[in-house]
């Protein structure tokens, strides 16, 4: 159970910080160049953050402890797989989504 | 604020209804793409615990998936609040490079409409609006700002929308259906089309390695640290510019 002032807690930050990330260079610095190093950095942004997110949930037991589920390897595989192949994220989401579903039908 | 109005600019800064138009038609194919994630974060936000309400407003004020999905994610695992907001803010850095490049097409626009923009900046509303700008180099500023609007206004109305039909089916869904493993395979989905190249692939690698190997630490910190050595991986790879130099 999370409690509901911790949820409100994080809509709210995450709401005004989002807010201040997107008006930054439209509005508190406009017309200041935003430096090149800068740019290329944030260019790595998601493909940093997505990955260190996505890792331990996929070796995760569930429980905090880490573990090689072959189900849970195997179907983050697969959309890995789809995505980079087609470069489309509706594909990648369709084959993983698909494979999640086909595991949990035949209730290996 | 240091910038120059010129006067035609000036006058031609009321968003146009053509401009605005041709954004709304421009978001008709992208609405496929942002309507699962919208169904998803809302049946996920109720499976993890939070109301209709919440689920809504964390759509309404916050508007960007990944980021949402991110916070939470952590909140189901209990990390502090501020670790929460933190990662969401981490997700939506990105943000900050769209704002930067889309600011250059919108000199002398005045701060109400910067205002109000900045509320329907996506990776949708921006990955569109500078592809127009490209094509049409010559077109006036309201048209412009309309497209941007168009795009943006329809993407996040789908977005609140499908979070809500997604929010009243999760209600429907019983608890401990193992719908946890849908948050990895839709940041898989929305990070595997970007993994191109050297840079970009260390990054990934470095990162997950890191966050995995860390991820006893404490208060989901191991996760912003993992992040930050693979954006330092990627930014220490030479670009192709340097490398023949």
Same mark, same amino acid.
């Given at each position: 159970?999370?409690?509901?002032?911790?949820?409100?807690?994080?809509?709210?930050?995450?709401?005004?910080? +989002?807010?201040?990330?997107?008006?930054s260079f439209i509005g508190l610095l406009?017309?200041?160049?935003?430096?090149?190093?800068?740019?290329?950095?944030?260019?790595?942004?998601?493909?940093?953050?997505?990955?260190?997110?996505? @890792?331990?949930?996929?070796?995760?037991a569930g429980d905090g402890s880490l573990?090689?589920?072959?189900?849970?390897?195997?179907?983050?595989?697969? @959309?890995? @797989?789809?995505?980079?192949? +087609?470069?489309?994220v509706l594909a990648a989401l369709v084959?993983?989504?698909? +494979?999640?579903?086909?595991?949990?039908?035949?209730?290996? | 604020?240091?910038?120059?109005?010129?006067?035609?600019?000036?006058?031609?800064?009321?968003? %146009?209804?053509?401009?605005?138009?041709?954004?709304?038609?421009?978001?008709?194919?992208?609405?496929?793409?942002?309507?699962?994630?919208?169904?998803?974060?809302?049946?996920?936000?109720?499976?993890?615990?939070?109301?209709?309400?919440?689920?809504?407003?964390?759509? $309404?004020?916050?508007?960007?998936?990944?980021?949402?999905?991110?916070?939470?994610?952590?909140? %189901?695992?209990?990390?502090?609040?501020?670790?929460?907001?933190?990662?969401?803010?981490?997700?939506?850095?990105?943000?900050?490079?769209?704002?930067?490049?889309?600011?250059?097409?919108?000199? $002398?626009?005045?701060?109400?409409?910067?205002?109000?923009?900045?509320?329907?900046? %996506?990776?949708? $509303?921006?990955?569109?609006?500078?592809?127009?700008?490209?094509?049409?180099?010559?077109? $006036?500023?309201?048209?412009?700002?309309?497209?941007?609007?168009?795009?943006?206004?329809?993407?996040?109305?789908?977005?609140?929308?499908?979070?809500?039909?997604?929010?009243?089916?999760?209600?429907?869904? !019983?608890?401990?259906?193992?719908?946890?493993?849908?948050? !990895?395979?839709?940041?898989?989905?929305?990070?595997?089309?970007?993994?191109?190249?050297?840079?970009?692939?260390?990054?990934?690698?470095?990162?997950? %390695?890191?966050?995995?190997?860390?991820?006893?630490?404490?208060?989901?910190?191991?996760?912003?640290?993992?992040?930050?050595?693979?954006?330092?991986?990627?930014?220490?790879? !030479?670009?192709?510019?340097?490398?023949?130099?």
């Amino acid at each position: 159970m999370i409690p509901d002032w911790k949820i409100w807690t994080v809509i709210a930050g995450l709401a005004v910080v +989002t807010y201040l990330i997107r008006f930054s260079f439209i509005g508190l610095l406009a017309g200041r160049r935003i430096p090149a190093g800068m740019t290329r950095a944030l260019g790595f942004v998601p493909v940093a953050v997505l990955p260190a997110l996505i @890792a331990p949930i996929v070796l995760s037991a569930g429980d905090g402890s880490l573990s090689a589920d072959p189900q849970r390897i195997i179907t983050a595989m697969i @959309a890995l @797989a789809a995505g980079a192949a +087609t470069r489309n994220v509706l594909a990648a989401l369709v084959a993983g989504m698909a +494979t999640f579903l086909a595991f949990g039908a035949t209730g290996l | 604020m240091d910038q120059r109005p010129d006067q035609t600019a000036m006058q031609a800064a009321t968003v %146009t209804r053509h401009g605005f138009g041709a954004g709304l038609l421009a978001a008709l194919p992208v609405l496929l793409a942002v309507a699962p994630f919208g169904l998803i974060f809302g049946i996920l936000a109720v499976e993890a615990g939070l109301e209709i309400t919440q689920t809504m407003a964390m759509s $309404s004020v916050v508007i960007a998936g990944a980021s949402q999905l991110a916070a939470l994610q952590l909140l %189901t695992e209990h990390a502090p609040a501020l670790i929460a907001i933190l990662t969401g803010a981490v997700v939506n850095l990105r943000m900050a490079m769209y704002s930067a490049s889309i600011a250059v097409h919108w000199q $002398s626009t005045p701060m109400h409409w910067r205002m109000l923009a900045a509320i329907v900046l %996506t990776d949708q $509303s921006y990955a569109l609006s500078i592809q127009r700008y490209r094509r049409h180099p010559g077109e $006036s500023l309201g048209d412009r700002l309309g497209f941007f609007f168009g795009v943006g206004s329809l993407t996040c109305c789908v977005w609140i929308l499908a979070t809500y039909l997604g929010a009243t089916l999760g209600n429907r869904i !019983p608890p401990g259906w193992g719908l946890d493993f849908v948050v !990895p395979i839709t940041f898989i989905a929305i990070v595997a089309p970007m993994l191109r190249g050297r840079a970009n692939l260390l990054a990934a690698a470095v990162a997950a %390695t890191l966050a995995v190997l860390l991820s006893g630490l404490p208060y989901g910190m191991g996760l912003l640290v993992a992040a930050a050595a693979g954006i330092e991986a990627g930014f220490l790879v !030479p670009t192709a510019k340097e490398h023949n130099q």
